[in-house]
């Protein structure tokens, strides 16, 4: 036994050596003993039955080959035989001869008499088919006709090819005699291109019996063709063969010298002679060339689709050039009727479906081909595009085509440069229109000349958004009605191009007002009559960032809905790029309203500049500069919420909060000494503390991310009393809770508040920043080595420029 079936055993009886056991572990292995031995017996017999038979057919084919081989010796035998056993055999063979020569002669020279006659009957049916619409008539006489004619041009070629075996005085007379043939050839010859250019007009004229003959008649000519090509090379391949045997023979004499100066003949087989005598004992029959009316079937269908192609064109021309496109219904029809009609009227080999497919598919190609080159507008490129995937759906749905066998009409490299063109031209249109929206929204926005727009909420907006995001749903309804995903993601992706530029501009735009704004203020502050026109601010700037926040929520929806509604019209992949190159939008639309806020507070600190400067001098301990702020910020506070949407507000409030402590720490680059005594430093702290929290607790009211926005502000706050207040030793464990918090603070903070403190020597001061700049770097290597990735705080933007040193 092998190791598998020996581990198998060993894995049945684990665990259980009872002889109960062992027993149905026998039967079992009994079991499947029986059903394999089975299964090899049957299929063993499968095959030996199969080697059987083919035994039995090996033997039948060896003797029937030996039966063969013995008649055929019997066959050359009994000819040798009577050949010798005949007195006089050589005379009576060419007794024989002489008498089918007299009698070919006979034949040939009744047909001679005769042939005037025959070729003016033909004439004159060529004559009467030619003259009727053999849609109407059936043409009657057409396969009497080719008959009659092939016998004729099978009579011309045989005797011309004996006049040349003859003198020239005959050859002469047969040229004479068949001088009239080629002219009633030429009418056949139209006859038949006339026929074949109308053959699907046949079968909607219900002529399906003249399709038949029609296609007999090409049928006939092809096997002709093959039969006389293959006579043919049979006579060459033996002539060749006597020519070499022959050379073989010259013996080296003066002969074999002249024969070798002179120049070669180029000798073209099968010769004359070769078919002469092929002729005359009767191999050649009929024809002795190829006529080629094969061939001259698929130039007369090519022709004629390029003929129907010609004169569209001819009507298609100028201004309606393109509108060839919505009439191109007729080419399947006629594709149909050769697929469900014309095909079964001739041999199968022919794939005569495939021969008119292939020519319309070259003359649609050559046609798309030119309107490409034309440098279409956007709509005729989707015109396009769109017939090529009506082409290619039709091939699928109608014609049985599978996605292997489907190609564009356009041509792969074609359609890719159609593409690139569409889109590079709706990005010259896209620019064009964001730039004179852009013009416009911006210069409302610089002029201010009048309020924002207010909506049903009483929200502030301006009209740009929703205008860019109407041309915008304009471009990808269109190119998602030409079902092609490749444009509808080129112009997504275009027009996200366009939103990013936007976007930046907008920024580039609000950072350049707000600080026009501010130094406007300044001048003010501190010489009015320094002002020049340059610096005059229009009003209003306020209301206006708060509508361009508000706008840039409702770009975001927008961005959003297109990507839901038209990624769902493709594939995964193409829906994935649809939604990558949106949501890349979705960032810079949360720029320009961040941007917005930004500058809104920044207006806002602006006018609090004095208050601030006097946080911890010796004002501050007995003054309101907390109030003060307060009061200010609630102002602006009451008149934005309204105005600005409410999801924006909170992080508004969020910033808001956020600067007030900032610009409060901030006032540590003054240096002020902190007034410890009676704990007056902490007691104002605890003032402004209070000042401040309860200001955001009432505009905060009511909403669910109140104490969150307050605790993760504040509570810097309450680490900034500790370090201030709180005695030197103790700092440092101080500032390790802080930096488990603010890990992403610098140490301004800690220098600034030991520089205020009296209680704090210089050495002192050094010794405690150096160890508590290298805890600093100590924790953020440790997140670092840990992969600890945490959100930013409010402290990373925190920063000290010392005024004395």
Request: aromatic share 10%.
């Amino acid at each position: 036994m092998s190791s598998d079936p020996l581990q198998q055993v060993c894995d049945l009886i684990k665990g259980d050596l009872s002889l109960e056991r062992v027993r149905d572990i026998k039967e079992q292995l009994l079991k499947e003993k029986s059903i394999v031995e089975y299964q090899l017996n049957k299929e063993s017999d499968k095959y030996y039955g199969g080697v059987e038979e083919s035994l039995k057919l090996l033997n039948l084919s060896k003797n029937s080959v030996t039966s063969i081989k013995q008649q055929i010796n019997e066959v050359n035998k009994l000819g040798n035989d009577n050949r010798f056993a005949i007195n006089r055999y050589d005379i009576l063979f060419r007794a024989t001869k002489l008498y089918e020569t007299i009698n070919t002669t006979s034949s040939i020279y009744d047909r001679i008499y005769n042939f005037v006659a025959l070729m003016e009957h033909i004439e004159r049916l060529l004559v009467a088919e030619l003259a009727e619409d053999a849609l109407e008539t059936g043409c009657p006489h057409l396969l009497e006709i080719h008959f009659l004619l092939t016998s004729a041009r099978d009579f011309q070629e045989q005797v011309v090819v004996m006049a040349k075996e003859a003198t020239e005085d005959a050859q002469r007379t047969v040229m004479k005699l068949f001088s009239r043939l080629s002219g009633i050839i030429s009418k056949f010859d139209k006859l038949l291109d006339g026929l074949t250019y109308d053959i699907v007009e046949m079968a909607r004229a219900e002529q399906i019996s003249l399709a038949i003959r029609l296609f007999k008649i090409y049928d006939l000519e092809e096997r002709e063709d093959l039969r006389i090509e293959a006579i043919r090379n049979i006579i060459k391949k033996k002539e060749i063969e006597i020519e070499k045997t022959s050379i073989k023979k010259l013996p080296n004499s003066k002969n074999t010298a002249r024969l070798q100066d002179e120049t070669p003949k180029v000798i073209e087989y099968p010769t004359n002679k070769g078919l002469y005598q092929e002729i005359m004992s009767g191999t050649i029959s009929t024809r002795t060339s190829p006529r080629g009316y094969k061939h001259f079937l698929i130039n007369g269908i090519n022709n004629s689709i390029s003929e129907m192609f010609g004169e569209m064109k001819e009507k298609y021309v100028g201004d309606q050039k393109f509108d060839v496109l919505d009439n191109m219904d007729w080419v399947f029809n006629e594709l149909i009727i050769v697929k469900e009609h014309i095909a079964n009227c001739c041999p199968p080999h022919w794939n005569i479906f495939e021969v008119y497919f292939n020519q319309y598919y070259k003359e649609l190609h050559s046609l798309i081909t030119d309107l490409v080159e034309s440098e279409p507008e956007t709509i005729i490129i989707l015109d396009i595009l769109a017939f090529d995937k009506t082409f290619q759906d039709t091939l699928k749905q109608d014609f049985g085509f599978t996605k292997s066998e489907v190609k564009s009409v356009i041509g792969d490299k074609e359609k890719e440069t159609l593409f690139k063109d569409y889109l590079n031209l709706i990005v010259v249109k896209m620019t064009e229109w964001i730039g004179n929206l852009e013009k416009a929204e911006f210069d409302v926005f610089l002029e201010r000349s009048t309020p924002p727009h207010s909506d049903s909420d009483g929200l502030l907006f301006l009209d740009g958004t929703k205008t860019c995001f109407q041309m915008f749903t304009q471009q990808v309804e269109v190119a998602a009605g030409t079902n092609q995903a490749k444009i509808l993601v080129g112009v997504v992706e275009r027009f996200s191009d366009l939103l990013t530029k936007r976007q930046k501009n907008w920024i580039s735009k609000i950072s350049g007002e707000i600080k026009k704004q501010i130094n406007y203020n300044h001048k003010y502050d501190i010489d009015p009559e320094s002002i020049t026109p340059e610096d005059e601010c229009p009003g209003g700037l306020v209301e206006y960032l708060i509508a361009v926040s508000n706008d840039q929520m409702k770009a975001a929806d927008y961005a959003v809905a297109i990507s839901s509604k038209y990624g769902k019209l493709v594939s995964k992949a193409y829906e994935k790029q649809i939604t990558n190159h949106l949501e890349g939008t979705l960032d810079g639309f949360a720029e320009v309203a961040q941007c917005s806020s930004l500058g809104l507070i920044t207006l806002m600190f602006d006018d609090l500049r004095k208050p601030y400067q006097e946080i911890f001098s010796k004002t501050w301990y007995m003054g309101s500069q907390a109030q003060q702020i307060a009061d200010t910020l609630d102002e602006y506070l009451l008149d934005i919420r309204p105005q600005m949407n409410s999801v924006l507000f909170v992080n508004f409030i969020d910033n808001v909060i956020g600067e007030t402590i900032i610009k409060f720490l901030t006032a540590l680059s003054f240096e002020h000494s902190f007034k410890s005594k009676n704990n007056k430093f902490l007691e104002a702290m605890k003032r402004d503390f209070e000042i401040f929290y309860q200001l955001f607790v009432k505009v905060l009211d009511g909403n669910e991310s109140k104490d969150t926005l307050i605790t993760q502000n504040f509570t810097v706050m309450e680490f900034f009393m500790d370090l201030s207040c709180e005695p030197v030793d103790s700092i440092l464990d101080i500032w390790q809770k802080y930096l488990e918090v603010y890990w992403d603070s610098r140490i301004d903070l800690l220098v600034g508040i030991l520089k205020c403190r009296k209680d704090v020597s210089s050495s002192e001061r050094k010794k405690i920043i150096q160890q508590a700049t290298e805890m600093l770097h100590d924790y953020r290597r440790n997140m670092e080595a840990n992969g600890v990735d945490r959100e930013p705080t409010l402290m990373r933007r925190f920063a000290l420029e010392f005024e004395k040193q």
